[in-house]
């Protein structure tokens, strides 16, 4: 993956049985020009979003967003991406022509319309839009389509639409399998939906 800061890199040599510190990774990566982009600026407008975005559980909020790409056939598509928050996980992807409602619907049905309204109400689920000016509320989603883009979108070129559709439905894999999340003790997303799971009662 591309982007990875110390720390990652620092867990992955772990998991491959290798011990060092992390400022050595981090001296080692800042030596060779290997180290992730900082970025620097101050929030603007006020603070509406107080509290936490990262629920206990998985399954409890998801988090939408859309992107585009561009192929060489069709030209610049939409990206609709859906994101557990508690586990990291991209549980929904797709790529299509035009940026309709009806399209953003198909990750995960989950769109901010009348019929994305009346579904979540009929599912028993709760809508929660983000605030205007305060980015941090679908930061899981937005930090997901960072990752897409610097590790797939922007590495990568495709002919059709339905190319980038296989494309995103194996990145969407890979991701979930292989990218560590530091505040799962550097689990992947995957990982930790499996330690989740085992810990729920079992259905009598």
Known sequence: FHGEDYRKVWARLRHR?????KE????????N?????????SPRGPRNHDGTIIPETID????????????VEHGQVAVF??????????????????????????????Y??????KEIAWLGAASSPAFVRAPEG??????????????????????????????LIDFRRTYNENWLIER????????????QMDKLPLAA
């Open 33 to 41: 020009g290997l180290s992730a982009a900082t970025r620097t600026g």
């Open 112 to 117: 901010m319309s009348h019929d994305f309204q």
């Open 60 to 71: 409890r909020m998801w988090g939408t967003d859309m992107t585009a790409a561009f192929t």
């Open 24 to 31: 050595r990774v981090r001296r080692l990566m800042r030596e």
């Open 138 to 167: 679908n930061g899981c989603a937005e930090r997901f389509i960072r990752t897409l883009k610097e590790n797939l979108l922007w590495v990568r070129t495709f002919r059709t639409v339905e190319d980038l559709r296989l494309a």
């Open 184 to 195: 799962h003790g550097h689990r992947t997303p995957a990982q930790f939906r499996r330690d």
């Open 17 to 21: 049985g290798l011990r060092t510190s």
């Open 81 to 110: 991406i859906a994101v557990d928050h508690c586990s990291a996980e991209c549980v929904g992807i797709h790529a299509a022509l035009h940026g309709t409602r009806h399209e953003a619907l198909e990750p995960v049905r989950h």
